[in-house]
């Protein structure tokens, strides 16, 4: 029989209806909901429930003062600290530091230390001989110990910065207790010693708590194990009046172990606190304790979904997760099956999406509406939802127009985002407004403005507090908030597959239990506590150490274990990073010191690589006619030259981006990069000989163009601009600029030793009607940087700020898609001299940028007739194969060729 089955039983059997007279009390709520599930189950007719209530709540309620909220106690904590010391650190730099001093004034209060004793400022050893004569020799060893090692101080500099935050600990301690008492409020500790402190005098005051719980005939405390001194104080003085009662769950060999840290606690509770009915917890029956090694946390997880699956996954079927970041894994791998499942862990409110939102969200406040702040908010999954079509417009403006900044009334459109978008020195009055209309949007589910609900309370106390704080303390400060916020989860608790963390276990019992993270330094863990109290000063006063810790987490693993008939033990078997691999010391206990049977195994994956399916687009009657819709005669797009290349390259690439039309992800770019640095000069180039246009140029014409620095600087600034919307240039751009006019200059140095020239155009779109062997015809298009006339022969001229030359062996070597160093300038430009050939001869030129500072360098190429005819015909083929229908649109071979192609994640 389960452990609060059996006491459930034994009162009723003794008690019946008048069960109901009784006060339980429990370590945990979850306890007290068992108990009374067990009580229902047991009772023969419908009762009274007894008074069912935690340990926590009882103290609270004796004393009749409220729990502070933790942020207003740091806060009162830091103008206390602040005042004292002279400190003048900010409140986020506070907040860790003010979150260890709480935890410590909270042991020295529930294990009634003497503060001033504790903190003082032991000057002489022999100070402690005198004035700490109430402490047990070996405590008495242990202060010893700490302050012959630390004093001298000297001039050691910690020792002096320990001494300064030690010397402002105790009356610290007073001036944030007065505080608090003038409000009626306190933290855990402080309540608790409030009320052991008046049943320690047991005057009048402490008659009247007795009062205040005379109703009740019996207060009967279940499940407990490691007690503080006030808990042991109050639980005293109730055995002394006659109506307290105690159970304690110790049985079995292994807890009762002398040796076994968990009977730490075991025969002083039971010595002090007998229980007056001699219930007996004992069970006798076979255990099967299975361990299992996975290399890998996620597989922890799939493990636990084949147990339940095994054992079934109803009330009596525990998952115990001694490390929480395992939840969600857990919870996504819970067989179908299982209808429901009760978590009692909650889920971090940090790994909320709306989290991530107002992170974004509140950078905006920082400074201006800089694209790397406003983008994140405008991508994000809860602005799309609300105001999808506003934000893709906008978002594509901005990226188009290479917006660096954005104006404010570029957000007019929408009612969100101009509650978003706006300065507000309130920050909290800000967020809540956005917080508000997000939480009344049809478009979001109950979930995700259940995490809405819980960040709108952080930042509503945030606010009820008053605390003078910039914008970067205001984010730390919510941060720190919001990591120590969980959302429960809501559920039926006595139903379903129980899942839970070490500390809800306690008192209760279950057939099946599974324990992930059976590790080393998982569990049980091996994190030191956070304290400013030294260790051996903890240790002499009798405060909390990590010997009272093992202890503790010992006894929730051995009585867990104790009733249950199968339990699984999974460790993670792999040594990386902080983890060793290690199995938890509590399987080695079992295995070796008591010498329980253990099924040991260990799980493995096979990994291998499986070979990738070549991907191949077959041309199905549908894309045959889009493929015609789109490059025939009248369709919606003519074919370039660089279109043809890419489809030499590979035509799997091809089809996605020509004919599917799939596009990289286009961004705004503050600096200048590969592609947008050739545009620009392009651009000012054009701007530069845009006023030679039918006319001849001359040397004189390109000399004076050469010393007119303003127009060049002119040309190049509005160039900057029409293509990045750069106004302001400034840093590393003003190199690229600079770099820009070298080139420039350099390109008309170059025109004019091939001057004079006649001066046609330049980015000129150009288009062609090819027309195939069976009539077919398909337009070609192309932009020329520049088309000039040389001693009566056109010349088209090809701006290039990469290298290349002209070369090739034959005409059908620029159609060869085996080959790696096929040369694409030449394809393109000959392409470009078959749209504008008219019975004359054509010369092409790249202006290759790097090689023009060389005055040898002369890249020029005649194509005549009979070369325009045989480049006709390769050409044709290849255009013949783009549109016939058992040519598939397969993938290169040539792994070369996809290290920079975007779409290489799609099929390598």
């Known amino acids: 029989m389960k452990f609060l089955s059996q006491i459930a039983s034994a009162f009723y059997s003794i008690e019946g209806e008048k069960i109901k007279d009784f006060c339980f009390v429990f370590p945990n709520r979850r306890a007290g909901l068992f108990f009374q599930k067990h009580l229902g189950e047991i009772a023969s007719e419908p009762l009274f429930s007894p008074a069912i209530i935690t340990i926590n709540d009882l103290f609270t309620q004796l004393s009749g003062?409220?729990?502070i909220d933790r942020l207003e106690a740091l806060y009162k904590l830091y103008v206390l600290f602040v005042e004292l010391s002279g400190s003048k650190e900010s409140f986020d730099e506070f907040i860790f530091w003010g979150d260890v001093i709480l935890a410590d004034f909270d042991d020295v209060d529930k294990y009634l230390i003497d503060a001033e004793k504790l903190?003082?400022?032991?000057?002489?050893?022999?100070?402690?001989e005198s004035d700490y004569s109430f402490l047990s020799k070996r405590q008495l060893e242990a202060v010893q110990t700490f302050w012959s090692n630390f004093l001298p101080v000297g001039e050691s500099e910690k020792k002096i910065k320990f001494r300064a935050v030690w010397e402002v600990l105790y009356p610290l301690y007073l001036r944030f207790r007065e505080s608090l008492e003038k409000s009626s409020m306190g933290y855990?500790?402080?309540?608790?010693?409030?009320?052991?402190?008046?049943?320690?005098?047991?005057?009048?005051s402490a008659d009247l708590l007795y009062n205040s719980i005379g109703e009740f005939r019996g207060i009967v405390f279940v499940g407990f194990n490691a007690l503080n001194e006030c808990e042991k104080v109050?639980?005293?003085?109730?055995?002394?009046?006659?109506?307290?009662d105690f159970y304690w769950d110790f049985e079995g060999d292994l807890i009762q172990d002398v040796n076994n840290?968990?009977?730490?606690?075991?025969?002083?509770n039971i010595a002090l606190f007998p229980s007056r009915h001699n219930l007996d917890f004992c069970i006798k029956h076979d255990r099967e304790i299975e361990v299992i090694g996975i290399p890998s946390a996620v597989g922890e997880a799939k493990m636990v979904s084949k147990i339940v699956a095994g054992v079934g996954g109803g009330l009596n079927t525990a998952v115990v997760l001694p490390d929480e970041s395992l939840l969600m894994p857990v919870l996504y791998s819970i067989p179908e099956e299982v209808e429901s499942v009760n978590v009692t862990m909650g889920y971090p409110l940090r790994a909320g999406s709306i989290v991530s939102l107002m992170e974004s969200v509140m950078v905006l406040q920082k400074g201006s509406f800089y694209y790397k702040r406003v983008l994140p908010v405008l991508r994000h999954n809860y602005l799309k939802m609300v105001a999808g079509e506003e934000v893709r417009l906008l978002t594509e403006k901005i990226v188009k127009q290479n917006m660096v900044y954005i104006e404010q009334s570029e957000f007019d459109k929408h009612p969100l985002l101009k509650l978003i978008f706006r300065y507000c020195p309130d920050i909290s009055g800000y967020l809540l407004e956005i917080l508000e209309y997000l939480n009344n949007s049809a478009e979001l589910t109950k979930i995700e403005k259940e995490f809405i609900y819980y960040f709108y309370t952080a930042v509503s106390k945030i606010r009820d507090l008053r605390i003078p704080m910039n914008t970067d303390t205001y984010c730390k400060v919510l941060q720190e908030f919001v990591n120590s916020t969980s959302i429960p989860f809501k559920g039926e608790p006595l139903a379903g597959l129980q899942i839970m963390g070490v500390l809800e276990t306690r008192a209760l019992d279950f057939d099946n239990v599974i324990i992930c993270s059976m590790n080393d330094g998982t569990f049980p863990s091996k994190s030191p506590v956070s304290s400013f109290i030294p260790y051996n000063l903890r240790k002499g006063f009798g405060l909390p150490d990590n010997e009272f810790k093992d202890g503790v987490t010992a006894y929730h693993f051995y009585r867990l274990i104790y009733r249950a008939k199968k339990i699984f033990l999974l460790y993670d078997t792999r040594s990386e990073g902080l983890k060793n691999g290690e199995k938890s010391r509590f399987i080695q206990q079992l295995k070796y010191h008591y010498q329980v049977p253990i099924n040991e195994s260990i799980t493995t994956f096979t990994i291998g690589s499986n070979k990738r399916e070549a991907v191949v687009i077959e041309k199905n009657p549908a894309l045959v006619q889009r493929i015609g819709e789109l490059f025939y005669k009248g369709g919606e797009r003519g074919l370039s030259a660089s279109s043809i290349n890419t489809y030499l390259d590979c035509p799997l690439k091809f089809y996605f981006q020509y004919v599917k039309g799939v596009e990289e992800e286009e961004s705004v770019s503050e600096g200048v990069e590969a592609d947008t640095f050739g545009s620009i000069f392009h651009k000012a180039m054009e701007l530069l000989y845009d006023g030679f246009k039918g006319k001849i140029v001359t040397r004189e014409n390109l000399s004076i163009l050469m010393k007119n620095g303003k127009k060049i600087e002119d040309a190049?600034?509005?160039a900057f601009y029409q293509v990045l919307r750069m106004k302001e240039i400034k840093g590393h751009n003003l190199l690229i600029h600079k770099l820009i006019t070298r080139y420039v200059l350099q390109t008309a140095k170059y025109d004019i030793s091939r001057s004079p020239f006649e001066y046609i155009s330049s980015e000129q779109r150009q288009c062609f009607d090819f027309v195939l062997e069976d009539g077919t015809i398909v337009p070609l298009k192309g932009f020329i940087d520049r088309i000039d006339i040389k001693e009566g022969t056109k010349r088209i001229i090809d701006y290039k700020t990469g290298r290349g030359d002209l070369k090739f062996r034959t005409v059908q070597d620029l159609f060869d898609t085996t080959a790696r160093q096929r040369n694409k300038i030449a394809m393109q430009m000959i392409m470009y001299a078959l749209m504008l050939y008219d019975n004359e001869p054509v010369i092409i030129a790249p202006y290759l940028l790097r090689e023009l500072f060389n005055e040898e360098t002369s890249l020029e190429m005649i194509v005549d007739k009979e070369l325009l005819e045989e480049y006709s015909v390769s050409l044709g083929n290849t255009l013949v194969k783009i549109f016939d229908s058992t040519t598939p649109f397969g993938q290169t071979d040539d792994l070369m060729k996809c290290g920079y192609c975007p779409f290489s994640v799609i099929c390598r």
């Open 188 to 204: 855990e500790g402080m309540v608790y010693r409030m009320i052991a402190e008046v049943f320690l005098k047991n005057d009048e």
């Open 65 to 67: 003062s409220s729990q």
């Open 261 to 268: 840290k968990a009977s730490l606690f075991m025969r002083e």
């Open 716 to 718: 190049i600034n509005e």
């Open 234 to 244: 109050l639980m005293k003085a109730l055995k002394k009046r006659g109506v307290a």
């Open 119 to 128: 903190f003082a400022n032991v000057k002489d050893l022999k100070d402690i």
